[in-house]
C-alpha cells in the first residue's frame, strides 16, 4: 500500500518538505494541510510586497493547483488541524480524519505580541502572511503615521518600505540598540544612524506598554510616552508554535522550541518518536559554533530542514541535518547588512570570552570607480582562537562573504589557520587585492 | 647594526614584502630595487586603464616618495640588478654594490612571446606594466582593427576594453577554448559567445606563426590565414623571471618556477637558503587540492606571499605560506567567470577523475527585481568525494562565492558533508533562499 504522508505547514519547511517527500517516493499520497490561503512564499518578501517593488503574485512561487498538476500533492488550505492523535496516527481537520503513516509538523512561529491592552484594535498588524501584506497595504492607503514595535531586520525592512511610500515612520524597540541578539551594538548603530539620515524615528529603551485607539489605533504608548499612528505594527520576534507538538508530548527545549534528532524526529520523554517529523521555526537546532542549542528561524534552515524531514519520512536514501551557524543578510536601505555563528551577545550566553577584528575597506579596487564600503568584524573565541562570528556592512556583496566567513566558522577555522591558508579572488571590479575580509582577520590575529 | 634588506622587484609581491618587513623591523635599512618606472600597481588593473575607467595615476597607488615618507623605504625605479652574489650576500645594480642580511626576489614574471618572426615590429605589445599600457592606449588612437594573442583572462578583458572603444577586436588562441587551463569548455563556450555577440571575432586552435609589416605591424599569420591589423597584443601568460634564482643556483621545479617552503625561503640542491627569500609569480606553489605543485600567478596570491616573505626576512614572528587553491575572478563585459581550485583539464593533471554538479538560477529571489543569472559548477574527486574546483559565470556576486567555495576546499569537505552542513545567507534582494552554489553541490551528490 502506498505510504500516507501528512505535511502540516505550508511554509518554506512544509512544502520543501513535501517535495522532498515527493522525490523520495513516486507513489506515496502526500497531504499538506494549512490554515493559510497562500502557500510556498518567503514571508521575508512581504516588505517588498507592500512596497510594490515585488508583485503578490510572484512572491506566490506556486499554488496549490501546481502542486497537485506537477508533484501529485494535495494541499488543503484554510484548514485547521483540530487534533492528532500519536496512537493511531490519525490528523483530523475540518472533521475529516486522515491516517498517516509519517508526520511532518511544520507550522513555524508566530509573531510574539506582549500582553497590553489594545493590540486587537484595527489597523494593528503582524507581518507574516501575504494576508497580512495584503491588509497593510490597503491600510496604508490613508494613513500617514506608521508605528512599528521592534528593530530587528523585519521592522527596519519595513520602515525603509514605509519611509519610501512616502509615511511618517517611528520605530519603537525595548533594548538599546537595533537588530538586538544577531548583531552587535556598533554595526547597529551604524544601521540606526543611516535610518536616521532617511528620516526615520526610532525611540530607544522603551517597552510599549499600550496601544490606543476607539476601534482603530490612534497611537502606541512607549516608556511613559505617546506616539499618535494611523497603523502600528508588531514586529517583535516570533516564537515557536508549539500547540500540536505540545498535545503530543513532544519535548520542548531550553529555548522554547522542539527538539529534534539530525534525522529531524522529534523525542518523547528523550526517546526518538520514529514516526513524526519537524522542521523551521518551531525546531531548536545545535550550535555549529560552541557546543549548544540555538534558534534558526531563517527561511534558508527552514529549507533545508525541510528537506531532510520530508526526504526521511518518505524513507529516502537517510538524509541529516547539521549544526548550524545561520548566517543571516538584510537590505536596509543603502546598506546591506549581514552576520553568521556568534554575536558578542550570543557568545556571552555560551560563556564565551571573544577577541574581535575589524577591518574597512571597499567592495572594489580603490582606484575601480563604483566601489562601495565594505566593514568587516570577525570574532574569535580567545581561549582556542576559533573564528566564532562575523559581521559585515557593505553597500554591495555581503552576502557572499558571510557565506565564505561562514564555511570557516562550520570548519572550526582559527583566525591564525585562516590568516595562513584562506585566499580570496580578486579582479579590481569586484574586489580590493586582499579582501576586506582577510584584514580583518589580519587584525584579529594581533588581537589574540 | 641594522638589518639591511634588499627587495628586488616592485610589483605587488615586491612592495608587500618591503611594507611587511618595515612593519617586524622599525630599524632595518630596507631598499627596494626594480627595472620599473612605476611600482605599487596592480598589472591586473591595466585593461581599465587603457579603456579609460580608472586614470593611471590612481591604479599606481603610491610612489617611492610615499614609500620614502611614510615607511622609510628606498626604492630604486629604472635600475637593473646586474648580478647577486650569494657569498658575500650583495646585490650589484647601476655600478654600485649593496650589502644584504636578507634578500627578496620578486622580480615576477615575463610574457611568454612565441618564437616567430616579427614580434619586434612597433606596434606590438604585451600588457605587464603601466608604460605597456600607456604605449597601447597611445597606439590606439590611429588604430582600428586589433588582434590579441591568447584568451585567457587578461585577454578577454582587453577585448571588451578594446571594442568598447570602437575597435575592430580578433581574438587568436592555439587552444580549442577561451580561458584554457583553469576554466572547463562549456564555461569559457558561454563567455565566448558573450564576447561574440558583442562583436569581437574569435579565431580558434590557431597558433600564432608570424607578426608581418614593415617596421610597423600590419597583420599576423595564424594557422596559414593572414589577419591584417594595426596593433597586436601578445597576451599569451606568464612565465617566471628566473635569471636571477637562475644565477644563484636555486632549485627550479617542474612547472619551471623557484621551489619555495612554506617560509618562502627557496632551496640550492635540495638545502633551504635561510638569507634568501621569494614571492610572486617566480613562485612554484603547493596546491591546496591535492598533494604536488601548481602555478598560481595571481596578484592575490603575491601579495600574500610577499607579506610572508618581508615579515620572515626582517625578523618577524614567523610566519608560513600555506598551499593554494587559487581563486580567481574576471569581469568580461556584462558577465563575471570565477574559478577555484581544480578545472577538469587541472584535475587530469593529477590523475584525478571528477563527478560535477551544475545548476543555474538567479542571484536574487526570483519575484524580487534586478536579479541576474547565476550558472555554478562544481567538481568533486571520485574516489574521495572530497570537492576540488568550482567554477562560477554571474551577472553579479560570483566572487563571495567561490572564496566560499575556496574555502569548502582548503578544509577538505566532501560533497555530502557540504550539502550537509553548509548554509548561505537569504534575503531576496541578495540570493535565492536556497543559494544556486548548494543546488549544485546538491547535484554533485547525485552523481557521486
Given at each position: 500500500m502506498a505510504r500516507n504522508i501528512i505535511v502540516i505547514g505550508s511554509g518554506a519547511a512544509g512544502m520543501s518538505a513535501a517535495s522532498a517527500a515527493r522525490s523520495a517516493d513516486p507513489s506515496a499520497s502526500i497531504r499538506v494541510i494549512t490554515e493559510d490561503e497562500d502557500i510556498a512564499y518567503s514571508p521575508c518578501a512581504i516588505p517588498w510586497g507592500i512596497e510594490g517593488r515585488s508583485g503578490w503574485d510572484e512572491i506566490v512561487m506556486h499554488t496549490p493547483a501546481f502542486y497537485k498538476e506537477e508533484r501529485d500533492i494535495d494541499v488543503l488550505t484554510r484548514t485547521t488541524v483540530e487534533s492528532v492523535d500519536g496512537e493511531s496516527k490519525t490528523v483530523t481537520a475540518a472533521g475529516q480524519t486522515y491516517p498517516y503513516d509519517s508526520l511532518v509538523i511544520a507550522t513555524g512561529g508566530k509573531v510574539f505580541i506582549p500582553p497590553i491592552e489594545g493590540t486587537g484594535l484595527s489597523n494593528v498588524f503582524v507581518v507574516r502572511t501575504v494576508r497580512d501584506g495584503k491588509n497593510i497595504q490597503e491600510a496604508l492607503e490613508d494613513a500617514k503615521r506608521v508605528v512599528i514595535g521592534g528593530a530587528g531586520v523585519i521592522g527596519l525592512e519595513l520602515a525603509v518600505s514605509f519611509k519610501s511610500m512616502g509615511k511618517d515612520v517611528t520605530v519603537?524597540?525595548?533594548?538599546?540598540?537595533?537588530?538586538?541578539?544577531?548583531?552587535?551594538?556598533?554595526?547597529?548603530?551604524?544601521?540606526?544612524?543611516?535610518?536616521?539620515?532617511?528620516?526615520?524615528?526610532?525611540?530607544?529603551?522603551?517597552?510599549?506598554?499600550?496601544?490606543?485607539?476607539?476601534?482603530?489605533?490612534?497611537?502606541?504608548?512607549?516608556?511613559?510616552?505617546?506616539?499618535?499612528?494611523?497603523?502600528?505594527?508588531?514586529?517583535?520576534?516570533?516564537?515557536?508554535?508549539?500547540?500540536?507538538?505540545?498535545?503530543?508530548?513532544?519535548?520542548?527545549?531550553?529555548?522554547?522550541?522542539?527538539?529534534?534528532?539530525?534525522?529531524?524526529?522529534?523525542?518523547?520523554?528523550?526517546?526518538?518518536?520514529?514516526?513524526?517529523?519537524?522542521?523551521?521555526?518551531?525546531?531548536?537546532?545545535?550550535?555549529?559554533?560552541?557546543?549548544?542549542?540555538?534558534?534558526?528561524?531563517?527561511?534558508?534552515?527552514?529549507?533545508?530542514?525541510?528537506?531532510?524531514?520530508?526526504?526521511?519520512?518518505?524513507?529516502?536514501?537517510?538524509?541529516?541535518?547539521?549544526?548550524?551557524?545561520?548566517?543571516?543578510?538584510?537590505?536596509?536601505?543603502?546598506?546591506?547588512?549581514?552576520?553568521t555563528g556568534l554575536s558578542k551577545g550570543l557568545a556571552s550566553w555560551y560563556g564565551i570570552d571573544v577577541a574581535e577584528g575589524c577591518a574597512t575597506g571597499l567592495t572594489r579596487a580603490r582606484y575601480y570607480p563604483g566601489g562601495k564600503e565594505l566593514r568587516v568584524k570577525v570574532l574569535a573565541d580567545k581561549t582556542t582562537h576559533r573564528i566564532v562570528g562575523a559581521q559585515i556592512i557593505a553597500g554591495e556583496e555581503a552576502t557572499g562573504r558571510i557565506d565564505w566567513l561562514t564555511a570557516a566558522i562550520i570548519n572550526g577555522m582559527t583566525a591564525e589557520d585562516f590568516l595562513s591558508r584562506s585566499e580570496n579572488a580578486y579582479c579590481p571590479p569586484t574586489s580590493m587585492v586582499k579582501d576586506v575580509v582577510i584584514s580583518a582577520v589580519e587584525d584579529l590575529c594581533k588581537k589574540l
Open positions: 519603537i524597540e525595548m533594548m538599546d540598540q537595533v537588530i538586538p541578539r544577531i548583531a552587535d551594538k556598533d554595526m547597529a548603530d551604524d544601521i540606526q544612524k543611516h535610518l536616521e539620515d532617511m528620516g526615520i524615528n526610532f525611540v530607544m529603551k522603551s517597552p510599549i506598554q499600550a496601544v490606543k485607539g476607539d476601534g482603530k489605533v490612534s497611537g502606541v504608548t512607549a516608556a511613559g510616552k505617546d506616539y499618535p499612528c494611523d497603523v502600528m505594527i508588531f514586529a517583535t520576534g516570533v516564537r515557536a508554535n508549539l500547540d500540536i507538538p505540545k498535545a503530543l508530548g513532544l519535548d520542548i527545549g531550553q529555548l522554547g522550541a522542539v527538539i529534534a534528532a539530525p534525522t529531524m524526529n522529534p523525542y518523547r520523554r528523550g526517546r526518538l518518536v520514529p514516526d513524526i517529523y519537524v522542521a523551521g521555526d518551531l525546531v531548536q537546532c545545535e550550535s555549529a559554533v560552541m557546543p549548544g542549542a540555538t534558534m534558526s528561524q531563517l527561511g534558508s534552515t527552514a529549507v533545508k530542514q525541510g528537506r531532510v524531514a520530508g526526504n526521511n519520512a518518505a524513507g529516502g536514501e537517510k538524509m541529516l541535518f547539521g549544526p548550524v551557524a545561520s548566517p543571516w543578510v538584510s537590505v536596509i536601505g543603502e546598506k546591506q547588512i549581514a552576520g
